[in-house]
């Protein structure tokens, strides 16, 4: 997904229409409001349950130092061991608690292992915990268990988690943590088997019961194992099958990619994305192959497909009125962006018809002649395109600064499984909040985005969503 910012100005012009006496009242005023630290644009953070937004608490044992606080997202430390051997299993309970006045939901917690006091992704993951809907105030504990993987290197390793939660009524947030101390991790003493090759196996493959139609959402929660050596990247591969033999001639729904299975790999995890208009409609086994490419020398082929023991019926597409789900899709933007510009403390902004029509014109344009620029492949910019419809090029300001009215943001983004700026992973393209919402945060995770989003100049507002394929473009103008 692809955003881009424009916000036109030009040089100040001051106006010596008062007296000297008032035109020094003035600048001293405005120093004043400098030295407070409060200047025009600047994001002022107010607290965050003012705003209906949930506050998820890691808590167990807590000693990391003050943190700063995102969105209303706090995560404490939870109890590790000071030491494991690969092979071994850890185990515990984390306390995840909504302490914010509105519901979470989705809730993903990701445990990874890593050798430095930086958690990311590209650490070691071991396990994925997920949890339900978690009302305001509402407390639950999770158990967590995994097995330390076997090669890697003796060390010490932060054991650290990544939470994820979709907030209703602003977007998907997260955070992470570290636990209080290092892990020193060991060899095991068990034998080494030299040249221990992989075994990978998909062990177990379900979904949930449901209605499922062409172009609509499907979660898929499967379990993979390797009960041989370490491999390297491989994929696991989802298809429908008329029979339970799953074989890659099957058609095809996705692929699930990993960098490396590890020695004694046992993880269960889900997978989810759009069904594609590819398959034909009908009754599936859904099934998967690990490795289909034999990438990996994996030893038993045999183990490597399983499929699920309750067929899956496959209903053609329903068409919807797209031109009202557009318009859903931006009356959730509008309605988000004034609730993230009361959450800095920006005044909220007016919608008006003309605004939306400029977005909306410059959405289908971009749409129909496939391009994503503010500028249209004849040249006209957002203040071009704003002065044709009667929009003047300059609007006066605070203390008599004239600058240039029109600003414009622009994304685009791609129904199903995305890798974005600001958000990766998935885009319910039925669903008109989760497109908003996934705009949204593109634009809050952009710097130049952001400063248009919150500017206090800014008063008024217009928003234009056009879909084309399975692409989305959308499009806010300011003034």
Request: aromatic fraction near 12%.
């Amino acid at each position: 997904m692809i955003s881009y910012s424009s916000y036109f100005r030009r040089w100040p012009h001051y106006y010596f229409h008062y007296s000297a006496i008032i035109f020094i009242a003035v600048l001293v005023l405005c120093s004043f409001v400098s030295a407070a630290g409060n200047s025009i644009g600047t994001p002022v953070f107010n607290d965050p349950a003012n705003i209906g937004v949930p506050d998820l608490l890691l808590s167990e044992n807590t000693t990391s130092p003050p943190r700063t606080e995102y969105l209303g997202m706090r995560v404490d430390t939870f109890t590790t061991p000071h030491s494991a051997v690969e092979g071994s299993v850890i185990s515990g309970e984390v306390s995840i608690i909504n302490t914010g006045p509105t519901p979470a939901y989705y809730v993903q917690i990701d445990f990874y292992l890593s050798p430095d006091r930086e958690i990311n992704e590209d650490d070691i993951w071991v396990q994925r915990k997920t949890a339900a809907l978690h009302p305001s105030g509402f407390e639950s504990l999770l158990p967590y268990r995994f097995s330390i993987p076997y090669g890697l290197t003796e060390r010490e390793y932060y054991i650290g988690v990544i939470v994820r939660s979709y907030i209703s009524g602003i977007f998907v947030v997260h955070d992470s943590t570290l636990s209080s101390h290092t892990t020193s991790i060991s060899r095991s003493t068990r034998p080494k088997n030299t040249g221990l090759k992989p075994d990978l196996a998909v062990t177990s493959i379900s979904y949930p019961i449901g209605n499922y139609s062409l172009k609509t959402p499907l979660e898929i929660l499967y379990t993979l194992e390797n009960t041989g050596g370490l491999s390297n990247g491989f994929s696991v591969t989802f298809y429908l099958s008329k029979d339970p033999e799953i074989t890659s001639s099957d058609q095809l729904l996705w692929s699930d990619h990993y960098s490396k299975g590890y020695e004694r790999m046992n993880q269960t995890t889900t997978s989810l994305s759009m069904i594609p208009d590819s398959i034909v409609p009908g009754t599936y086994y859904l099934g998967a192959i690990v490795d289909y490419q034999h990438r990996t020398g994996d030893v038993h082929r045999e183990n490597n497909s399983l499929s699920s023991q309750i067929p899956i019926t496959i209903d053609p597409f329903v068409p919807i009125d797209q031109a009202a789900f557009n318009q859903m899709v931006e009356a959730y933007i509008a309605e988000k962006t004034n609730i993230y510009r009361s959450y800095v403390g920006s005044p909220p902004l007016t919608h008006t018809v003309e605004l939306s029509y400029l977005a909306k014109m410059h959405a289908t344009d971009m749409a129909t002649r496939n391009y994503f620029s503010h500028y249209t492949p004849e040249g006209l910019s957002p203040m071009d395109r704003a002065q044709a419809l009667g929009f003047p090029r300059e609007k006066m300001g605070k203390w008599g600064v004239v600058h240039e009215g029109v600003a414009e943001n622009i994304v685009k983004i791609y129904e199903g499984k995305v890798v974005g700026s600001g958000y990766s992973g998935f885009v319910d393209g039925t669903d008109p909040e989760s497109v908003a919402t996934v705009m949204l945060l593109e634009w809050i995770s952009s710097p130049s985005h952001h400063a248009t989003l919150i500017n206090d100049r800014l008063d008024s507002f217009g928003i234009g969503v056009v879909k084309q394929g399975s692409t989305y473009y959308g499009v806010v103008d300011f003034f």
